[in-house]
């Protein structure tokens, strides 16, 4: 595991902004490599895999508070608690997709009136957001 990129090639080996490592070397989420006098931090490639690690948990939907308990696990020894984790995001996940799904519906029922009452009366969406409930 050599240590010989900076801060930037390792950005952009893990396709992801400076500031974005920074970032998560703030959060803890990532070590922060000692800077030898003189020189510049190195990071590794096993820094670009954990960035890519963080990139694809996100696009999961997994928090950063999430992926740091992934990132504990990372081992592979903790299966039962990993699955855990992803059997909880995927219950948040469902439970928004149904949230969807009837916003879906509320925005359709309300254009469909729109269609069938031009000009007879106010508008149904601006009437239905002014409405109290």
Known sequence: MEANLT?????????VNVETVRYYQRRGLMREPAR??????????DDVRR???IKRAQNLGFTLEEITNLLK???GRSCRE???????????VEARI?????????LRDLIGRCES????MACPIIESLVAER
Do not use: M
Not at 36 to 45: K, N
Not at 82 to 92: N, P, S
Not at 117 to 120: L, M, P, Q
């Open 51 to 53: 960035i890519r690690f």
């Open 82 to 92: 990993t699955e855990r984790l992803a059997q909880q995001k995927l219950v948040l």
């Open 36 to 45: 030898p006098t003189g020189s510049v931090r190195r990071y590794s490639d």
């Open 98 to 106: 149904a949230d969807l799904g009837r916003l879906r519906k509320t």
């Open 73 to 75: 696990l990372e081992d």
């Open 117 to 120: 009452g031009r000009g007879r």
């Open 7 to 15: 801060i930037g090639r390792l950005a952009g080996s893990a396709q």
